[in-house]
């Protein structure tokens, strides 16, 4: 497949032959490596939660002895000694499930389970979600607002790595020239949301934006732009809810090519994910 590298005005500056889009594209393969790529947050107390105190052990238990908590009418429980005068004290129970701030019974335990996805099926579902987002159709689908648009500007969008040189402001100019009617849909907008989830630890929303694929050994930090290496690149990445708008650097599409095409039985990162 010929695709064409622009530079910072938007202008075709050379063109290149890459195997990298021509995978057909399996949305089933896809969506199957995207449910087993979310991590879900381990959920569990803190191991020493309601237990990192000294309580058990401070009074006597034993029938007819001094400093002994018997014949006081009080629970034999691991009590907290706040003070104490000779045989009398004050206290108050501690560490068990029944009582104030102590441990949990059955707390839930911190387990993650690892989802194995194969080698070859997690290559392919890398390689059809590349095509995935390079579909201009797969595109709109995602972005309602481009539906009604005439889009001139042929995917996948690669650029050479001038750009990275580039301060912010000169950054977002440069995008502009090159994304034309696209630019509406790759700043990431952020607003308050509506209703009850504004008090619930969820008060901003954002949409996805543009996904800017680098090299590894290069560095780029636009606000407002998501950007990924190219050795960390995951199928959620490119296709969570949708084909994503990417842009690609001319060295990352190097670096893919010799991991996705030329070393083939090279070993990803995501041979494991957690489910």
Avoid: C
Wanted: proline residues 4%; glycine residues 6%; aromatic residues 6%.
């Amino acid at each position: 497949m010929k695709t064409q590298i622009l530079d910072i005005n938007g202008n075709k500056a050379k063109e290149i032959t890459t195997e990298l889009f021509e995978e057909p594209i399996r949305e089933d393969i896809i969506f199957k490596v995207i449910e087993a790529e979310r991590i879900w947050q381990p959920y569990s107390n803190y191991y020493l939660a309601g237990m990192n105190r000294s309580a058990s052990g401070n009074i006597r238990h034993k029938r007819h002895s001094w400093k002994s908590d018997r014949e006081k009418g009080i629970p034999r429980i691991p009590k907290k000694i706040f003070w104490r005068r000779g045989t009398q004290f004050s206290w108050a129970g501690a560490i068990i499930p029944s009582v104030k701030g102590g441990r949990r019974a059955h707390p839930p335990k911190n387990k993650i389970n690892l989802k194995k996805i194969n080698k070859k099926e997690l290559r392919k579902a890398l390689l059809s979600a590349l095509s995935y987002s390079s579909s201009l159709d797969e595109l709109k689908k995602k972005y309602t607002s481009l539906q009604d648009k005439k889009i001139d500007i042929k995917l996948p969008i690669i650029i050479e790595d001038k750009i990275l040189l580039l301060k912010t402001k000169p950054s977002l100019e440069s995008l502009n020239k090159i994304l034309g009617d696209l630019k509406d849909v790759a700043i990431q907008k952020k607003s308050v949301r509506a209703g009850r989830g504004k008090s619930r630890g969820r008060k901003y929303k954002k949409n996805a934006g543009l996904l800017l694929v680098i090299g590894k050994n290069e560095k780029k930090d636009i606000k407002g732009i998501d950007v990924v290496k190219a050795d960390k690149l995951r199928v959620s990445d490119l296709a969570s809810g949708g084909a994503r708008l990417t842009m690609f650097t001319e060295n990352a599409i190097k670096e893919l090519e010799k991991s996705l095409i030329e070393n083939p039985n090279k070993k990803l990162d995501e041979g494991k994910t957690k489910k």
